[in-house]
Nanobody, 129 residues
């Protein structure tokens, strides 16, 4: 019922910044929590960041705290991932995800991919040293 499209991936040098965006369409009901996962070659898909439907609560993986910021976009049902101080280990395919917001603390449910119902196709981010 929900379709997601990511954009903004590309090649960036270590220490620089990149901005990813994701737009949701379909039957969203105006109450979607949204987030980002990433997957590097040979590794499992891992949680990056999440934000609740109203945009007043966020949660981050330890590996990106202080460097990445997730926020709601200006358009309804959009989400932004601002990535600063990028490292080579950030290289991965980044996936946008969304699901109905249960209005519970994010850390209680957002960490595992199976808790999310909708996924984008992914956008490649490559950080060169």
């Amino acid at each position: 019922q929900v379709q997601l499209v990511e954009s903004g991936g590309g090649l960036v040098q270590a220490g620089e910044s990149r901005r990813l965006s994701c737009a949701a369409s379909g039957r969203t009901f105006g109450s979607l929590a949204m987030g980002w996962f990433r997957q590097a070659p040979g590794k499992e898909r891992e949680f990056v960041a999440a934000i609740n439907w109203s945009g007043d609560s966020t949660y981050y993986a330890d590996s990106v705290k202080g460097r990445f910021t997730i926020s709601r976009g200006n358009a309804e049902n959009t989400v932004i991932l601002q990535m600063n101080s990028l490292k080579s280990e950030d290289t991965a395919v980044y996936y946008c995800t969304a699901d109905h917001d249960p209005e519970l603390p994010l850390r209680l449910w957002v960490l595992t991919p199976t808790e999310w119902g909708s996924w984008g196709q992914g956008t490649q981010v490559t950080v060169s040293s």
